[in-house]
């Protein structure tokens, strides 16, 4: 797919320079739990969003449940043992354990810190859940009394090496226009995961951005096999919380029942009939007064769009669809050597939906609870072992940026972000490639990405002002490469990769995939269990 325009060569910006101990690539939960505990060792820290750090991204624009246990051993072995079927035993209790302490740990400081959780009848505090707004508001504070410095509207675009160690990050300013450049001695990637701008809630600034600078400088990436992540939404709205319809039943147009359709096992069914017709739901389990308010008051933003439209969700009829969550709901991402979060690339650290979930959900997370605790979690581990990278080795020195530098010896041209996002969304939404997957249809829209990669990874924007969106569509594209590579090389069905040519799961693909490159992507499995994991310094 040819999508250039004519040549020219990257513009030249006016630059802010900075320099610090650890850089933290993304806002959310996870950069800024990573945040707080490297700058708690008394490192220098800066922290960089695309959007504004404390309302950007999938948690600050809605509420999530917590994988918060009581550390009871019957009750950590039920937690650990919840999900390990439907990740398709891929998960790693050596992974899990420590995460749960983590998040305990954490989400006990959260209260400390006064954050409001709901009490009981009884008074004690439920520490299962966070609005989204509250919590994102109060780790900014956190963040910004602890000094960190933080740059809103500052997206990275590329990493800066020093040899073969990460030594900072380049980016654009968005308002008032220019470019930024940050020396650091390790860097902390929690720029989130890629929804492809599906125009689910809160999650179109998550485009992939830290898959492809990680892969560029060498990093390598697992689980990627498991992003076909699709949440139930109102047709006419972008809200996903799919737990409320847990209370739905749903439907054909005509009112009649289809049968075996629901939002947890059922949503196959959902998606097999919206093939060939749409599908309706009406929340109408929900029977009494009480439990409808209940619901309203747990999740208040789902109800907004249909009181826009005096549309009672619980008596009516609404069209719905399956809105395309991707890796921020799936599990895949940059892959790590052991629970310090670090990738193969010295220097460089990842956490939330940028590292593989694998470890502890396998093949199979879905919204809340997990995420939410991986994003605390690996933030923190990530945030103690970049500062200690950092204070272990001397400060970079020869600074080089392998992006420009490709550029240099490369021919480049303009390209139009808005047909590159289109030619992107062409492959990865409709559920006929990416839900009921075939070796056939796999390959074949693996081809047309590699097409549409080969001509737009040396593009540069027609101004300024397109340089984000450019960076945005090639992401995005490099994410949905590495996504079906892996799927025709997983030749089963496990977790939420569903091969409709190989519909059983196959006990001799009991292992983790690992892709690595760009023009040529390479794939490799590796054993999923605790051998995998190196002893952890204290």
Known sequence: ???????????????????????????????????????????????????????????????????????????????????????????????????????????????????????DESGEQQRISVQGPEYMRLLRRKVKNAGVTILDHHPATHLLVDGDRVAGATGIVQQGGGEWQV????????????????????????????????????????????????????????????????FAQFYRKDESLIEGAGSARGRSIIARTLLSEPVFARLDLAETDEVRTILRQAQPNFFVPFDR?????????????????????????????????ATTVPGLYAAGDNATREPICGGFTGGGSHNAAWAIASGSFAGVAA???????????????????????????????????????????????NYFRTHDVLSAALKRLD????????????????????????????????????????????GMHRRDDFPKQDPAQHHRLVLSGLDDILIRSEPAGSDLLPEVAE
């Open 183 to 246: 020396i650091a001695g390790a860097v902390v990637l929690a720029a989130g995961g890629c929804a492809f701008m599906s125009k689910a809630l809160g999650c179109d600034v998550l485009t992939g951005d830290g898959y492809l600078m990680g892969a560029e400088v060498g990093a390598e990436l697992s689980g990627m096999e498991f992003s076909s992540a699709y949440a139930i939404s109102p047709a006419f709205a972008s809200i996903t919380k799919t737990a409320l319809y847990r």
């Open 1 to 119: 797919m040819n999508l250039s325009l004519t040549n020219t060569s990257p513009s030249k910006n006016r630059r802010s320079d900075f320099d610090c101990d650890v850089l933290v690539i993304g806002g959310g939960p996870a950069g800024c739990w990573a945040a707080l505990e490297a700058v708690a060792t008394n490192a220098n820290v800066v922290l960089v969003e695309k959007g504004y750090c404390g309302s950007s991204g999938a948690t600050a624009s809605a509420g999530t449940q917590i994988w918060y246990v009581k550390p009871d051993p019957e009750e950590r072995e039920a937690a650990m043992a919840s999900r390990e079927a439907m990740g398709g035993y891929l998960s790693d209790r050596d992974w899990m354990r420590p995460v749960l302490d983590k998040t305990f740990e954490s989400v006990n400081r959260l209260a400390d810190w006064g954050y409001p959780f709901p009490r």
């Open 451 to 494: 097409s549409l990669w080969d001509d737009i990874k040396t593009a540069v924007p027609v101004d300024e002002n397109g340089t984000l969106r450019l960076r945005q569509a090639q992401a995005m594209t490099a994410t949905a490469r590495y996504m079906y590579k892996a799927a025709i090389s997983r030749t089963e069905t496990r």
């Open 309 to 341: 439209r005096g549309i009672d969700p619980f008596t009516q009829m609404f069209e719905v669809k399956l809105r395309l969550e991707g890796t921020v709901r799936g599990t895949g991402g940059l892959r790590l050597t052991g629970l310090d979060c």
């Open 387 to 433: 500062a200690g990278f950092a204070k272990a080795n001397a400060k970079p020195h020869s600074i080089s940026d392998p992006q420009a530098e490709n550029f240099a010896r490369n021919p480049s041209h303009y390209a139009d972000p808005t047909a590159i996002l289109a030619a992107v969304q062409n492959e990865v939404f409709p559920l006929d490639i």
